[in-house]
């Protein structure tokens, strides 16, 4: 491995400070382990859909540095995101008679990430955890931000802790095994940063979003490496969501609520999301903060990434019940990110009447 | 209520710093709350034991500060410190559409507090609690430190978090409805605090055991509150328990080993722990640590509160099997806490036949 094209991205979070990786062929490299802890047990959880795919590389490479390299496989999917599932690693863990120094390995996407990184916050009141991320979503998203979570038979990610990986490595080839509509929902966290923090980002976006398609080294690097870095600023200034963070949840309110109305599973997450930022577009529009000009340059880049643009027909009262009962509403108003200018979001609570134009024009 | 019988022993843990309130007549007094969040719900978890004693007048006394006051009854026992009771909690909280801000109160021992913390830490990735400790135990040990947890089928407190309450409110008065053989075992995690950490205290505890046992208030809410303030220094200086922490676990060694090998249940944990002091004392004599005056005081101590001084007949080799599994072992060393000196401790790894002769002395 050459170091020459590894992009490094530092999380500062005071003694929780940790790095990501971001680069081609890094998995395998024993390099991208250097200074982690050589510990007796190393864990590596994965699922049925990865392990076959990079698993044993992983611990090939973890082989050289412990003692001893357990696997644990969990079923693959969102629906699998319970306490069940995650009882599996709490099984494996204990069944092998891991102690608190063992390190888990988080081997998958945004799933996989949030169980690893679950399991490591309780088992023995907590262990530490890296995150191997084989997803664009997961590489520009979940690795950042130390969100883990399981979901409740009641509410999505209703269960779980902020607690931070010792690092993550990002190898871009993962991405190579990727279905294209996975790529297309990984570019709509992409988009994002674009119209909430950076605009210049947003126009490198409408130049490069061809090479991100065809999954261009260079382009993937650059964009992740933006992504996260932008997300760690955000991150940095509000670790535990009081306030500032809520604008990286652009688009995820008219977002969850077409998950949420069609059932978890039919839209990705970041196609759901892609639509959800046209829709808030259009409400920052509405609200005289921005103007058509540029919400049709949102408009255009989430449908140029392959993402949907119009949401399905739920009908505007279900619409609003269902944004009503994110958990971001607080009693029972619902908060939306708008873009106040290009490059700079904000929260604003806005008349149903308005988010009902909105729906009229972007959804049915 | 009159302040001035109210204790006060502040644990100073930077931003997570709370006050343990101690005195008679807390539960049912609005200046006992004063001070903490006026979110629109409270959740009360308590149990099915517990309940019928005490959650009226918490649920009055906190309605005059919240809209909405829920209550979930667990059912009662450590057997039921598992995911499916946890669960419970999530359920009711999500059941009544309970936001992010809404404050749980740990009404109950050791177990309850346990579960309610794990709960507070874990939902929506962490909500206020406040405990309201019931038993001795729970008001000398479990309320400081921020331990939580529940157990999972392969072994006890494996699942848990670090989470800190907003407050800890000890009402002597509760300590009235516990069984003799409850007083008894929290008075087993009082003494322990005079050989590890105050000699003087040792000596206070050999002048007012018999007060103690007749629950006098004055005599309680002194034993509480040095018990707390030497749990707090050693915690302070220590929050996640990489070192001095495990001090705190004198006699615990050799206590677990009994609980796990009687089958949890059989002995109550401060049963087992002053046993289990009575051992490792011993043991800190064979070392040549302290002498014969010094071990039969901690003995005839434990003797005099009513608690067991000869473990159980579970063989020599079972008591080292079990040992070597216990939680604070690393890589199969079995590590004790000794004195050092009376009123100071420190870990020690100790051979086995010196363990073999501390079990066939004092049990059997």
């Not at 999954?215 to 993937?220: R, Y």
Request: hydrophobic share 45%; charged share 25%.
């Amino acid at each position: 491995m050459t170091s020459s094209g590894i992009e490094r991205v530092r999380i500062d979070l005071a003694e929780r400070s940790y790095d990501i990786l971001i680069g081609s062929e890094l998995l395998a490299a024993p390099a991208s382990y250097e200074g982690l802890p050589r510990s007796a047990d190393a864990m590596i959880v994965t699922n049925t859909t990865v392990a076959p795919l990079y698993a044993p590389r992983l611990q090939a490479v973890l082989g050289t540095r412990h003692p001893q390299v357990h696997l644990v496989e969990l079923p693959d999917g969102e629906v699998h995101k319970d306490w069940q599932t995650l009882n599996l690693i709490f099984d494996a863990l204990l069944a092998r008679a891991c102690d608190r120094k063992t390190v888990l390995y988080a081997l998958g996407g945004g799933v996989v990430g949030d169980m690893t990184g679950f399991a490591a916050a309780c088992y023995m009141r907590g262990v530490p955890f890296v995150q191997v991320p084989t997803t664009l979503l997961a590489q520009v998203d979940s690795s950042v931000g130390g969100k883990t979570a399981i979901n409740h038979p009641l509410g999505k990610n209703m269960i779980g802790a902020f607690y931070q990986p010792l690092r993550v490595i990002a190898d871009l080839d993962t991405l190579r095994t990727l279905p294209r509509r996975e790529i297309a929902a990984g570019l709509a966290e992409v988009i994002k940063y674009g119209p909430i923090a950076d605009d210049d980002f947003l126009g490198w976006l409408e130049t490069h979003a061809d090479a991100l398609m065809a999954l261009d080294s260079g382009a993937l690097a650059r964009a992740v490496k933006r992504s996260c870095e932008i997300k760690a600023k955000v991150v940095g200034a509000d670790e535990r969501e009081a306030g500032l963070r809520a604008i990286l949840n652009f688009g995820h309110t008219f977002g969850h609520a077409i998950e949420s109305g069609l059932g978890y599973g039919q839209w990705l997450h970041g196609e759901a999301v892609g639509c959800g930022m046209v829709m808030a577009a259009d409400l920052s529009r509405r609200l005289g903060l921005i103007d058509e000009g540029y919400t049709r340059r949102i408009r255009r880049i989430v449908e140029r990434c392959g993402l949907p643009v119009r949401g399905p027909a739920l009908g505007a009262d279900r619409y609003l019940e269902l944004m009503r009962l994110d958990k971001k509403a607080e009693a029972g108003e619902i908060r939306f990110v708008v873009i106040e200018a290009p490059g700079r979001a904000g929260m604003r609570a806005v008349p149903d009447g308005m988010v009902r134009e909105v729906l009229a024009a972007h959804s049915g």
